[in-house]
């Protein structure tokens, strides 16, 4: 027994129709969002996590990186553009919240006291 695979030709210029990507196959094609399109959506969904917690804990650092995560993901084109949008605004919030804290205290920590 011999297994042998089918031989694809290809045009005569040697160009592959528009759209297809030489020797792939429909069943090898990827199904779903691309790696990029993931990549930024996890990127807009780590932004508001971090904006969100940046209100609470740790805003000198959580509220920058919310920003530039933010940035990234509406810059790649995130499917979750509404997700980046709230993690920009979280982060924003952050800085300002730290803002009127070192104005009310006059230094970078929390004082629940009086």
Not at 58 to 67: E, Q, V, Y
Not at 69 to 89: D, F
Not at 91 to 110: C, E, K, P, Q, S
């Amino acid at each position: 027994m011999t297994l042998t695979t089918p031989i694809r030709r290809s045009r005569v210029d040697g160009a592959t129709p528009a759209g297809t990507v030489p020797g792939a196959d429909a069943a090898t094609a990827p199904k779903g969002p691309s790696r990029s399109t993931r990549d930024a959506d996890a990127l807009a969904v780590a932004s508001f996590v971090l904006g969100l917690v940046g209100l609470l804990v740790m805003n000198i650092l959580l509220g920058p990186a919310a920003i530039v995560m933010a940035v990234l993901a509406l810059v790649r084109s995130t499917s979750r553009r509404g997700r980046a949008l709230l993690g920009l605004a979280l982060g924003i919030a952050d800085l300002v919240v730290l803002a009127l804290l070192v104005a009310g205290n006059g230094v970078v920590a929390w004082n629940f006291g009086g």
